[in-house]
C-alpha cells in the first residue's frame, strides 16, 4: 500500500525535486538570467506572456494533431500491407528504413519550396516523423500470428482476409496502440522543428523570435510549455492503450 | 498393410514429401494408409518422423511431392473445409472470451458464415452444449488466459468440433499437458468420439495414449517416414482408465515400443510392415 502511493507519487517528487535543484543553484551562482533563468523566472514569464503562449501553442497542437490523424490512417494501411505480405515487407522495408533515417529538418526547406511558409511543412513533417513507428508495429503484430492458428483457420477455408480481420489485426491491437504514444510525442516534435524553420505560427516561431530578441525566460516558458503537452498526450495515450488492449496486459487476477 | 481400397474415407496412396530445392530433406516416403469412416486411427513413430507433415499433407496444407491423397472421395489439391485441427499449442485467441473462440469456425466455414448473425442463437446453444460435455460449463464467458492448460486443451478441441467436421485432426493435442490432466482428456475425447463418430487422426508420440484410444494404429519409421507396421486394437469400448493395467493392453504397448526401438537402430531392415491384430 505505502509502495504503491509511493510509486504514483514518485513522478512528481522527482519533477519538483529537479526544479528545486535548479532554482538553488541558479541563485547560488547567481547565473545570469540570459544564459538560464530560474523556474520561478520562467514561471513569471509564462504567466506574464500566457496569452502569446497559448495563441502560438494552440496551433502547434492543432498541426500535431493533423499529422497525427494522417500516420495514424496511412501508418495502419502500410503496416497491414508490410506485415501481411512477404513480397510488400521484401520490396517496402529497405525503403522505409532509408526514409527513417533521413533528418526530418532536412526536408523542411524542400516542403517549402513545394508548399510555401505555413501550415501544410508542419503538418508534413508531424506526420513523417510519426507514421513510421506505428507502420513498424502493426506490421510485426501481423507478421508474428503463430502458423498452427494459420493453420486452424485455412483449414476452415479462411481467407486471407479473414486472417488479417480475425487474428492479425486483433493481434497487432497492442503493438499499435503502444506505438500510439511515442508517434504523438514525435509528431509533435516534428510540427515543432518545422515551425521553428518555417511559419509565422506556432510554438517553434516563438521560441525562435524569443532568442533573437534576447528573451531567454520566454524561450525557456516556450520549452516548458512544449514538454508539458508532450507528456499530457502521451498520459493520454497509455490510458487509451490500457483500456483497449486489457488481454495483452494480463495484470489483473486469475478470478478462475 | 492395409492396400487402399475405394470403401475407405481417407486413401492415402503412395505419398512422399521432400522439403527444400537445394538440401532435400525427405521427410515421408511412399505412404500408404487407409481410414474408414468414422474410425480412430492413431499415428506413432519416433520425433522428426514427419508425423505433423502427414497432418499438413491430409488437411491440403501442403501438397505432396508425389503420390495422391483422397478424402471422402475427393482428390486433395487444396485446403479442405470439412477438417477440425487441434494442436499441442491451444492457440486460443486471447483477445476472444472461451464461448467467441469455440465459435471461431462458424464466423469462418462455408456455409454458416453468411448466416453466422443470424443463426448466433443457434451456434451459442451448441458451444455451450460442447464446453459442457467437456466438463468446462461455467467458463465460457472466461477468457483463455485466465483458463489452465488442460481447460485452454478441453476449449481447443471444442473448437475443432464445433462445425460437425467429418475429419478431425489432432496433433500431439495432450503432449503439453501433466499426466493426470492428460488421462483424463483421454476419456473426455473417447466420449466425444463415442458420440459423434467423426474419422479421428491422432497424431502422438505416446505409445499408451494411442492404443487406448485408437481403433487402428499406424506405426511410422525414422525419417524419411513410412508405414512399418499397421496395429488393429480390438478393446470394447468404451474403454476405462482400468484398461491401461490390463496384461494384454501392456503387451501391445511393448510390441509397439520394441519395434519402434528396432527400426531405429536398423533403419534399412525396416521393410513392409506387417498385420498384426
Sequence with gaps: MNSEFLGRAMPWLVTAGTLALWEGLCRLFRVPEFILPAPLRILAATIEYWDAIWFHASHTLVMTLIGFALAVVFGLLLGIAVGSSRLAYQGLYPLLIGFNSVPKVAIVPVLVIWFGVGAIPAILIAFLMS????????????????????????????????????????????????????AITLAFVGAVISESIASSRGIGTLMVQASADFRVALVFAGLMVTAVMGIVMYAFFAVIEQHTTQWANRKMEMEV | MSAPSASSFVNINGVSLVYGKKDQTKALDELNMAITEGQFVAVVGPSGCGKSSLMKLVTGLRPPTSGTIDVGGQRIDRPLKIVGMAFQNPTLLPWRRTLSNVMLPMEIVEPHRHSFRADRKQHEARALALLDSVGLDGFATKFPWQLSGGMQQRASLCRALMHEPSLLMLDEPFGALDAFTREELWDVLQDIWLAQKCTTILVTHDLREAVYLADKVFVMSARPGRIIETYDVTFPRPRRPDLVFDPAFAEIVQHLRENIRHQRHVPQAASAGRAAS
Aim: aromatic share 10%; hydrophobic share 50%; proline share 10%.
Design chain 1, 131 to 182: 507514421f513510421f513507428p506505428i507502420a513498424v508495429n502493426v506490421a510485426t503484430g501481423l507478421a508474428t500470428v503463430e502458423p498452427e492458428l494459420e493453420d486452424v483457420l485455412r483449414s476452415l477455408g479462411a481467407k486471407p482476409r479473414d486472417l488479417i480481420l480475425k487474428v492479425g489485426l486483433p493481434r497487432s491491437m497492442p503493438f499499435f496502440f503502444a506505438s500510439l504514444k511515442i
